[in-house]
């Protein structure tokens, strides 16, 4: 009954002094570690259609007092859309699969040492990961292209270093530090009731963590794994500023080769996003599932 009068919340404030409030989990921003998937897969069914509707009917409209019709332009893209797809989107996918398996493997290697409890191993691995995390991944690639020898001589042998492979190392930093922490903050969320009943049956840390631990943060990790796959799918167009022969750069070229017609633009980049679109829709709706089925059940 001490209680039954809080000033400030059920009577008259004495003071002037602000009422904390209850937090509003509405209102409060959280690192949602699969949030581009989330908002992609939150896109209605509706978005299929008014994206092929406004790939159409945007061009229509601005070729309509051009000598270079729409036909024209649409009989261009089919042409070339052979080329576009098999030596461009494909190499996109490509450049996407070599990164994601470098980044993840190296990623893992990271998370593990950040939570190291040598202080040598850990802080250095955190300084990495957060180094990365934070860095632009254009100005990634264009230290790496510019650090990179175009060739390697070893002996009497040359190797080549090719434009693609630098983008593949240049992308992989970012992705490297982003698993990174999706591997720790995956291990973290195990509670620690795991670690000390792993103790006190005399596991080792190294037995507690690869037998115990890790068998359970796989599945918590695979959903921002696929994210961050989205994601760097995506970013796979920057390089185009390197040089590398992808989708973006093709379609330049197309556009070119087709005599630079202005109302080409519309058409080609229209395609290319697109078909970007329909490439990480399934990948997002799946990580959405994935996640729903492998929610921790409290």
């Given at each position: 009954?001490?209680?039954?009068?809080?000033?400030?919340?059920?009577?008259?404030?004495?003071t002037d002094l602000p009422v904390l409030l209850p937090v509003d989990p509405a209102r409060v921003m959280v690192n949602d570690p699969v949030g581009f998937s989330r908002w992609l897969a939150s896109l209605p069914a509706w978005t299929w259609g008014a994206l092929i509707a406004a790939?159409?009917?945007?061009?229509?409209?601005?070729?309509?007092?051009?000598?270079?019709?729409?036909?024209?332009?649409?009989?261009?893209?089919?042409?070339?859309?052979?080329?576009?797809?098999?030596?461009?989107?494909?190499?996109?996918?490509?450049?996407?699969?070599?990164?994601?398996?470098?980044?993840?493997?190296?990623?893992?290697?990271?998370?593990?040492?950040?939570?190291?409890?040598?202080?040598?191993?850990?802080?250095?691995?955190?300084?990495?990961?957060?180094?990365?995390?934070?860095?632009?991944?254009?100005?990634?690639?264009?230290?790496?292209?510019?650090?990179?020898?175009?060739?390697?001589?070893?002996?009497?042998?040359?190797?080549?270093?090719?434009?693609?492979?630098?983008?593949?190392?240049?992308?992989?930093?970012?992705?490297?530090?982003?698993?990174?922490?999706?591997?720790?903050?995956?291990?973290?969320?195990?509670?620690?009731?795991?670690?000390?009943?792993?103790?006190?049956?005399?596991?080792?840390?190294?037995?507690?963590?690869?037998?115990?631990?890790?068998?359970?943060?796989?599945?918590?990790?695979?959903?921002?794994?696929?994210?961050?796959?989205?994601?760097?799918?995506?970013?796979?167009?920057?390089?185009?500023?390197?040089?590398?022969?992808?989708?973006?750069?093709?379609?330049?070229?197309?556009?070119?080769?087709?005599?630079?017609?202005?109302?080409?633009?519309?058409?080609?980049?229209?395609?290319?996003?697109?078909?970007?679109?329909?490439?990480?829709?399934?990948?997002?709706?799946?990580?959405?599932?994935?996640?729903?089925?492998?929610?921790?059940?409290?």
């Amino acid at each position: 009954m001490a209680f039954r009068f809080l000033p400030g919340v059920n009577a008259k404030s004495t003071t002037d002094l602000p009422v904390l409030l209850p937090v509003d989990p509405a209102r409060v921003m959280v690192n949602d570690p699969v949030g581009f998937s989330r908002w992609l897969a939150s896109l209605p069914a509706w978005t299929w259609g008014a994206l092929i509707a406004a790939i159409v009917l945007w061009p229509a409209v601005s070729l309509a007092a051009s000598n270079y019709t729409y036909a024209m332009a649409t009989t261009a893209l089919v042409k070339w859309l052979p080329f576009l797809v098999a030596s461009g989107f494909l190499f996109n996918v490509i450049i996407s699969l070599m990164t994601m398996l470098i980044g993840t493997a190296a990623g893992v290697v990271l998370g593990l040492a950040q939570i190291s409890p040598n202080a040598a191993i850990r802080l250095p691995a955190k300084f990495i990961t957060q180094t990365f995390r934070n860095s632009p991944w254009l100005v990634l690639l264009f230290i790496v292209l510019l650090a990179f020898p175009f060739e390697v001589t070893i002996g009497s042998l040359v190797i080549s270093i090719p434009d693609w492979m630098k983008a593949v190392v240049g992308l992989s930093l970012p992705i490297m530090a982003n698993i990174s922490e999706v591997v720790r903050g995956a291990i973290l969320s195990v509670h620690d009731g795991q670690w000390e009943a792993a103790e006190s049956l005399g596991y080792s840390r190294h037995q507690t963590l690869w037998r115990i631990i890790l068998p359970q943060c796989f599945k918590r990790m695979i959903p921002p794994w696929m994210n961050w796959y989205a994601i760097l799918t995506m970013a796979t167009p920057l390089c185009s500023l390197l040089g590398v022969e992808e989708l973006i750069t093709l379609s330049r070229q197309a556009i070119e080769a087709e005599d630079n017609h202005p109302e080409l633009l519309v058409p080609f980049y229209s395609f290319a996003l697109l078909i970007f679109f329909a490439y990480c829709y399934p990948i997002a709706r799946m990580t959405i599932a994935l996640e729903k089925r492998f929610a921790v059940k409290l």
